[in-house]
């Protein structure tokens, strides 16, 4: 881990393409080594068994990073039919087997259409959400189960890409989902629904909001820029990082004279009149441009006022 009193100030956003077998935590803490960065965070967690896109926010970016924390995500996920595990992936125990041989593409097609729009979904046991403080997988562990309630999530769009028949059948769907959604128990309730159970054994995170997997570079690719380059030049590693307001593309950009930046740097309300030269703006957030570029979010009032809501602490949106 990056000692914070040597490391540095880095801003900006990171596509990884995270490894299987490694959390996202370990992921962040290894390409914020990479960066030496002082600070940074990731956008919602991957399983270990899952690869794929993950978001990585550095320093001032990670003021934003709730954004894509409930932003929609895409996966192509590979199911197991016939067996059930204690965990919904390929890493639990198994705990039932049951033929799946009988399942055929036209009672597949019928199940998945169930899946698709607003669902409740209940959570698993192995996940991060807490009870009394305690995570539940840690619960879970200590083979302690306990009631959860059932969640709305969306699923905007389930298609099937691949079913291959057999006592043990393998689907293969491409999913858009809400924030929320646990591809893992979307596969049990689909092997559920077929009578048969199932579990995930391969998961792939291929799009968060905007970003796209094919943008995403691994930690094998970004160690070797850093091991190719002299020591203390970080610029081989710079182009790989995008600018923060990349987080924010869904808000209005608003473009402030220097005596607006001022005032609202300095934490002043200021008539709307003065800074639009149309008065009829919807209330609500914004992204404020300075003269340096993007400087932070501010709040459009219904009453007429702009004020800052979340700003930068750098001037700079990239080091």
């Known amino acids: 881990m990056v000692r914070r009193k040597n490391a540095r100030l880095v801003n900006g956003v990171l596509l990884l393409n995270k490894d299987q077998g490694m959390t996202s935590n370990r992921a962040l803490q290894r390409v914020r080594g990479i960066y030496h960065a002082r600070k940074a965070g990731h956008t919602g967690s991957l399983d270990p068994l899952a690869t794929g896109l993950l978001p990585v926010c550095f320093g001032e970016a990670t003021k934003y990073s709730r954004y894509l924390l409930q932003a929609d995500k895409s996966y192509r996920a590979q199911i197991v039919l016939g067996e059930t595990t204690d965990t919904a992936d390929a890493e639990g125990q198994i705990q039932q087997v049951r033929d799946a041989a009988h399942i055929d593409l036209d009672r597949v097609t019928e199940v998945l259409g169930r899946f698709r729009g607003a669902?409740?979904?209940?959570?698993?046991?192995?996940?991060?959400?807490?009870?009394?403080?305690?995570?539940?997988?840690?619960?879970?562990?200590?083979?302690?189960?306990?009631?959860r309630e059932a969640r709305d999530v969306t699923i905007h769009s389930?298609?099937?890409?691949?079913?291959?028949?057999?006592?043990?059948?393998?689907?293969?769907i491409d999913v858009t989902c809400s924030k929320g959604t646990y591809i893992r128990?979307?596969?049990l309730d689909i092997g559920?629904?077929?009578?048969?159970?199932?579990?995930?054994?391969?998961?792939?995170?291929?799009?968060v909001d905007k970003f796209s997997i094919e943008e995403a570079h691994s930690l094998a690719e970004l160690q070797s820029i850093r091991d190719q380059a002299e020591e203390g030049d970080w610029q081989?590693?710079?182009?790989?990082?995008?600018?923060?307001?990349?987080?924010?593309?869904?808000?209005?950009?608003?473009?402030?004279?220097?005596?607006?930046?001022?005032?609202?740097l300095r934490g002043r309300e200021v008539l709307i009149g003065d800074v639009l030269d149309d008065?009829?703006?919807?209330?609500?957030?914004?992204?404020?441009?300075?003269?340096?570029?993007?400087?932070?979010?501010?709040?459009l009032s219904e009453s007429g006022t702009l004020r800052a809501k979340r700003m930068l602490t750098e001037e700079q949106h990239k080091i």
């Open 158 to 172: 389930l298609e099937l890409v691949g079913f291959e028949v057999g006592s043990r059948a393998l689907l293969d």
């Open 279 to 299: 008065a009829d703006w919807p209330s609500g957030l914004v992204r404020l441009i300075g003269s340096t570029g993007f400087i932070g979010v501010g709040e």
């Open 236 to 264: 081989a590693l710079e182009p790989y990082l995008l600018p923060i307001e990349c987080l924010l593309d869904h808000l209005p950009r608003l473009v402030l004279n220097s005596e607006t930046q001022e005032h609202i």
């Open 185 to 187: 128990s979307l596969a």
């Open 192 to 207: 559920d629904a077929l009578g048969v159970g199932g579990h995930i054994c391969q998961l792939h995170r291929t799009q």
């Open 119 to 147: 669902i409740e979904q209940v959570p698993p046991m192995f996940s991060a959400l807490k009870r009394d403080g305690k995570p539940l997988y840690k619960l879970a562990r200590q083979g302690i189960v306990l009631e």
